[in-house]
Antibody, heavy 119, light 112 residues
Framework: EVKVVESGGDLVKPGRSLRLSCRTS????????MIWFRQAPGKGLEWVGF??????????EYAASVEGRFTISREDSKSLAYLQMNNLKIEDTALYYC??????????WGQGTPVIVSS | DIVMTQSPLSLPVTPGEPASISCTSN???????????LDWYLQRPGQSPQLLIY???NRASGVPERFSGSGSGTDFTLKISRVEAEDFGVYYC?????????FGQGTKVGLK
């Protein structure tokens, strides 16, 4: 069974850090680009960034709003992806989704993990 | 950044009737490889988004045939031939041609 499960969301104060995890199973994780999206309460979808498969160079790209604060990484041996979030801002409050994508054809999403940044 | 614009933003529909959503981009999404980098997603209430259409016109695995995508360049359309109750939710177009990947505002499809 294919699974994508995010975890690590929490209530944190501005300026603090948080690491989200994306645990996957049921597919060849190493072949997939791992993507993070987010959705602020009552708002639309926003792309956060992605990390390509190692076969495609393993490069990462980020949205301007998180560049320099967020870091995406992957651990292929454990079928895990991560989103390290530093210096969190109130506007980072959102439901964070992890998605596994293969050549635009396949897109597997988790159910999301909530991050609330509030003083 | 590529700006994606959807219309309408709200679409009341009657089950069994057709529905259509438009998505335009301010830059061409046609890659030199001949593919249009435009995806359509459906987000049902309380659920995560589900890929419906990829590369402009290709139905994702398990997506019913009543869904179809068309268009090229900057103008795209998602059509539902006969709306069913499970089709209600918010539809988003998204361009993965260049970073930052960007979404349309979303079109809420609900009961008329």
């Amino acid at each position: 069974e294919v699974k994508v499960v995010e975890s690590g969301g929490d209530l944190v104060k501005p300026g603090r850090s948080l690491r989200l995890s994306c645990r996957t199973s049921g597919f060849m994780f190493g072949d997939f680009t791992m993507i993070w999206f987010r959705q602020a309460p009552g708002k639309g979808l926003e792309w956060v960034g992605f990390i390509r498969s190692n076969a495609n160079g393993g490069s990462v790209e980020y949205a301007a709003s998180v560049e320099g604060r967020f870091t995406i990484s992957r651990e292929d041996s454990k079928s895990l992806a991560y989103l390290q979030m530093n210096n969190l801002k109130i506007e980072d409050t959102a439901l964070y989704y992890c998605s596994a994508s293969f050549a635009s054809i396949l897109s597997l999403w988790g159910q999301g993990t909530p991050v609330i940044v509030s003083s | 950044d590529i700006v994606m614009t959807q219309s309408p933003l709200s679409l009341p529909v009657t089950p069994g009737e057709p529905a259509s959503i438009s998505c335009t981009s301010n830059q061409s999404l046609l890659h030199t490889n001949g593919f249009n980098y435009l995806d359509w997603y459906l987000q049902r209430p309380g659920q995560s988004p589900q890929l419906l259409i990829y590369l402009g016109s290709n139905r994702a695995s398990g997506v019913p045939e009543r869904f179809s995508g068309s268009g090229s360049g900057t103008d795209f359309t998602l059509k539902i031939s006969r709306v069913e109750a499970e089709d209600f939710g918010v539809y988003y177009c998204m361009q993965p041609l260049q970073t930052p990947w960007t979404f349309g505002q979303g079109t809420k499809v609900g009961l008329k």
